[in-house]
Nanobody
């Protein structure tokens, strides 16, 4: 079974940083685009960032630009999301997801494009 497991969430004060990891098992990430998504209570799930299979193409939610950085290490079958300058409105459960993309370099942020999902990791930004 293809599995994705997120880690790295926790409680951080406004202005702080967290690094999230998404580890894949049961498959290799070489031909998959990976996205990070978040869902706050009572709100719809939204795309935060994504990275294409080659690791060259990246995309970010506007509010995360300049604060968030996505990267991947295919040798470790892991994708990362570095989050800096965190704000209370970043509080949510963060999920990673994968979609088979072959050699196509791009990725998209709508959650409906992704068909493999992790269980999520809680990020809470509060003083």
């Amino acid at each position: 079974q293809l599995q994705l497991v997120e880690s790295g969430g926790g409680l951080v004060q406004p202005g702080g940083s967290l690094s999230l990891s998404c580890l894949a098992s049961g498959f290799t990430l070489d031909y998959y685009a990976i996205g990070w998504f978040r869902q706050a209570p009572g709100k719809e799930r939204e795309g935060v960032s994504c990275i294409g299979s080659s690791g060259v193409y990246v995309n970010y939610l506007e509010s995360g630009k300049g604060r968030f950085t996505i990267s991947r290490d295919n040798a470790k079958n892991t994708v990362y999301l570095q989050m800096n300058s965190l704000k209370p409105e970043d509080t949510a459960v963060y999920y990673c997801a994968a979609v088979l993309s072959g050699v196509q370099p791009m990725c998209v942020l709508p959650p409906s494009w992704y068909n493999y999902w992790g269980q999520g990791t809680q990020v809470t930004v509060s003083s």
